[in-house]
Nanobody
Framework: VQLQASGGGLVQAGGSLRLSCAASGNIFSINIMGWYRQAPGKERELVASIGNIGDTKYGVSVKGRFTISRGDAPNMINLQMDMMKPEDTGVYYC???????????WGQGTQVTVSS
């Protein structure tokens, strides 16, 4: 399984960015895909995740500002980030979980920087 992330970059506070992640390889239908982020000196944390039936989960700090969705293509997810804050800065990682198989895969990470 490979995860290819795109998007990210530099944005001013209050602005928007969109991340996308596409999974390829041996993909099982029952899965959870999501985004995690890691700021310098901090632990990696959940940003948002979405299950194969569309059930979503968000980190407390991004609720109401970020929206995760399944893409038009199979095994693709999008993360729309609005009203961004400097504390949203970090490396964002795409993750694919197979809860029934107990396996997880990570993408390579993409930098998101929000300037004040």
């Amino acid at each position: 399984v490979q995860l290819q992330a795109s998007g990210g970059g530099l944005v001013q506070a209050g602005g928007s960015l969109r991340l996308s992640c596409a999974a390829s390889g041996n993909i099982f239908s029952i899965n959870i895909m999501g985004w995690y982020r890691q700021a310098p000196g901090k632990e990696r944390e959940l940003v948002a995740s979405i299950g194969n039936i569309g059930d979503t989960k968000y980190g407390v700090s991004v609720k109401g500002r970020f929206t995760i969705s399944r893409g038009d293509a199979p095994n693709m997810i999008n993360l729309q980030m609005d009203m961004m804050k400097p504390e949203d800065t970090g490396v964002y990682y795409c993750k694919l979980d197979y809860p029934q198989e107990g396996r997880s895969y990570w993408g390579q990470g993409t930098q998101v920087t929000v300037s004040s």
